[in-house]
């Protein structure tokens, strides 16, 4: 099983609907738990990090599922500008340890469709 | 605006060149990281530092050596490049300290060995 696993989709989603991706983790010590996103060609970008009690960001919402180990990630009102590549990053140390442990997964394709 | 600058955006080298990979931050990291993307691989690390003179192997350093000079460069070598080290490598660097786990990225290097 890979340490961290997401839904390669493509998802094409029409402009204005709401959607939503999950990402699962293998290591039960998980502590950290991030959404990048990542434009095609270009660098990742954090979007946002994932709090134990979910957090949110405008029209993005992060929740984390500790008993069934998954993270997830959801857009409302969705906007062309919101097509991109979805990366779910878990780190298995506390915050106290530095960041080399960073796994990546996949990455999740999104196009919104006008 | 933060910036973590990749030498080169592209680059086509033949099979058994030495290649070097260059990359410059400007916001005084202490970390700093150089991964490889590949299609349904996601990122991998190659080898990350955390100090100046100092580095540590990362998932996949075969073939990889890597130098830390100054605290603001992170340079990539392959010794001897060979055909499946063909691949996007990106540079990243962030804060020491825990809780800081934003990696910035750079905007890559895609790498053909031919």
């Known amino acids: 099983r890979k340490e961290v696993e997401q839904d390669p989709g493509p998802f094409n989603v029409p402009e204005g609907a709401t959607v939503a991706f999950n990402c699962t983790y293998s290591?039960?010590?998980?502590?950290?738990f991030f959404w990048y996103r990542q434009d095609c060609r270009k660098e990742p970008k954090l979007l946002m990090s994932v709090y134990s009690s979910g957090n949110e960001d405008g029209r993005f919402t992060a929740q984390l599922n500790r008993a069934s180990q998954y993270i997830s990630l959801l857009i409302r009102d969705s906007k062309l500008s919101d097509s991109a590549t979805y990366l779910c990053?878990?780190?298995?140390?506390?915050?106290?340890?530095?960041?080399?442990?960073?796994?990546f997964g996949t990455g999740t394709r999104l196009t919104i469709i006008p | 605006d933060v910036k973590v600058t990749q030498s080169s955006r592209y680059l086509v080298k033949r099979t058994g060149e030495k290649v070097f990979l260059e990359c410059v931050q400007d916001m005084d990291h202490e970390n700093m990281f150089w991964y490889r993307q590949d299609p349904g691989l996601g990122l991998r690390l190659i080898y990350f530092s955390y100090d100046v003179k100092m580095k540590e192997k990362g998932d996949i350093p075969e073939g990889y050596s890597v130098s830390r000079e100054k605290k603001e460069r992170f340079s990539l070598i392959l010794e001897s490049a060979s055909t499946n080290q063909t691949s996007m490598y990106l540079c990243?660097?962030?804060?020491?300290?825990?809780?800081?786990?934003?990696?910035?990225f750079g905007s890559g290097t895609q790498l053909s060995v031919l």
């Open positions: 990053v878990v780190n298995p140390l506390g915050s106290n340890f530095g960041n080399e442990k960073l796994t």
């Open positions: 990243a660097s962030s804060f020491l300290q825990g809780g800081n786990e934003k990696l910035f």
């Open positions: 290591n039960s010590a998980s502590q950290s």
